[in-house]
């Protein structure tokens, strides 16, 4: 299989506490972005990280990737009420084509 | 504002009917794509299209057909031979293929589609 899977699949955080969702997948990426879907609602894009980077930042995002272990993580630091939301990873292969996993629903708490 | 268009947002069929669901892009971009998204699921992809007049099977296009006569539009017709329909079906868009790779996607918001 070519898709990414998520875990957890739901997470329940208190405003202000750190929020940590990963995915794993099976064989060799060009790229592995991460969206967020609000209920109801288009995918929205976060952020993009190749196979040959890392780690990525974004405002209170971060992304790490480990292609020898076939698994990237997603960190939310300090989150809000309004991070609330499902966290998709999608494996990116040649001529941009995608996989989505089955998500991480992310509920933070006021 | 450059973005995509997905309509109608809800959308009945009934038994035996096709329906077409409507995807507009003004964002000048050659790839776009159809998802289907069943309740707690991922995405899996219906068709995509990297170019005008062309266009790939998904790992579920059984039941559905596509077109894109234009760069600006992909509609995902439903036809009669897929059984089970219900679904929330999302339009997507990119650069393109040929020219870049890893290139996020930009979603419409979607069109719920019901059995009458």
């Known amino acids: 299989s070519q898709q990414g899977e998520e875990d957890p699949q739901a997470l329940s955080i208190q405003e202000g506490e750190n929020a940590t969702m990963n995915c794993s997948y099976k064989t060799s990426i060009n790229n592995l972005q991460w969206y967020r879907q609000n209920s109801g609602r288009g995918l929205v894009h976060l952020i993009l990280?190749?196979?040959?980077?890392r780690e990525k930042h974004s405002g209170r995002l971060r992304v790490t990737l480990d292609t020898s272990k076939k698994s990237s993580s997603l960190l939310i630091t300090a989150s809000r009420a309004a991070d609330t939301a499902s966290y998709f990873c999608a494996t990116g292969y040649n001529f941009n084509k995608f996989y989505f996993g089955s998500g991480t629903k992310l509920n933070v708490k006021p | 504002d450059g973005g995509i268009t997905q309509s109608p947002k809800y959308l009945f069929r009934k038994e035996g009917q096709n329906v077409t669901l409507s995807c507009e892009q003004n964002?000048?971009?050659?790839?776009m794509y159809w998802y289907r998204q069943d309740p707690g699921q991922g995405l899996r992809l219906i068709y995509y299209s990297q170019i005008v007049n062309d266009f790939q099977k998904g790992d579920i296009a059984e039941g559905y057909s596509v077109s894109r006569e234009k760069k600006e539009s992909f509609p995902l017709t439903v036809t009669s031979a897929q059984k089970n329909p219900t679904a929330f079906y999302l339009c997507a868009s990119s650069i393109g293929a040929h020219r870049q790779v890893n290139q996020p996607q930009h979603f419409g918001d979607g069109t719920r589609l019901s059995i009458l």
């Open positions: 964002l000048n971009h050659d790839a």
């Open positions: 990280i190749r196979s040959n980077e």
